[in-house]
């Protein structure tokens, strides 16, 4: 395998993540995939310190982080992240050459579901109302703000963002888009 990442999946949370993981990532023979986000971007992290899912032993697959940690959201508290817009930055300064996919959600589904995933893994109690208002960040559905630095820096070209609504409405379409910009054909996959 190379030493380079040429796909970066910056997964946000509850928006297909783990179905590209598990369904497209795992088992293409081109990618070897991992979720260790500060591969992304921790200049201490290496190649050597990782392990890539891979269901081949080919030289010439791909190398894939997708990671929902790379969004920079956390839905479970009232502070925002300090790092959620300096991600990019960093992921450029270690990966310049890298191409960014992100996929983002229709926001008040993706708040719904940060709602039920909350409940799900924090045990929280309050009412979604109580939730939107006092503990989800709202600055999280900016989506306008990381995709504009990743254009920035990556260039326009080298970033592709994707609803997740495609996915449900249209999967061959989802997938040929996908296929397209990271340059390995999934269309012996499904989901």
């Known amino acids: 395998m190379n030493d380079s990442v040429e796909l970066i999946h910056v997964?946000?949370?509850?928006?297909?993540?783990?179905?590209?993981?598990?369904c497209l990532f795992?088992?293409?023979?081109?990618?070897?995939?991992?979720?260790?986000?500060?591969?992304?971007y921790d200049s201490l992290i290496g190649m050597e310190n990782v392990w890539f899912h891979s269901d081949a032993e080919s030289r010439n697959q791909s190398r894939v982080i997708s990671s929902e940690g790379l969004c920079g959201v956390d839905?479970?508290?009232?502070?925002?992240?300090p790092r959620w817009l300096e991600i990019p930055a960093m992921i450029h300064d270690k990966w310049p050459e890298a191409r960014i996919l992100m996929i983002i959600r229709q926001q008040p589904k993706l708040i719904r579901s940060y709602y039920s995933l909350s409940i799900i893994k924090q045990a929280i109690t309050v009412?979604?109302?109580?939730?939107?208002?006092?503990?989800?960040?709202?600055?999280?559905?900016?989506?306008?703000?990381?995709i504009s630095r990743y254009q920035k820096l990556f260039g326009a070209s080298n970033v592709c963002v994707l609803l997740f609504e495609m996915l449900v409405r249209d999967q061959a379409a989802f997938m040929s888009r996908i296929?397209?910009?990271?340059?390995?054909?999934?269309?012996?996959?499904s989901i």
Do not use: M
């Open 179 to 189: 296929s397209e910009f990271s340059g390995v054909d999934l269309s012996c996959c």
């Open 75 to 81: 839905y479970t508290t009232s502070r925002l992240r």
């Open 127 to 146: 009412r979604p109302k109580a939730y939107y208002d006092g503990i989800f960040q709202k600055q999280y559905l900016n989506y306008d703000q990381p």
């Open 26 to 40: 795992s088992h293409h023979p081109q990618i070897a995939w991992t979720k260790k986000s500060r591969l992304a």
């Open 11 to 22: 997964g946000y949370h509850r928006c297909a993540s783990t179905t590209l993981q598990h």
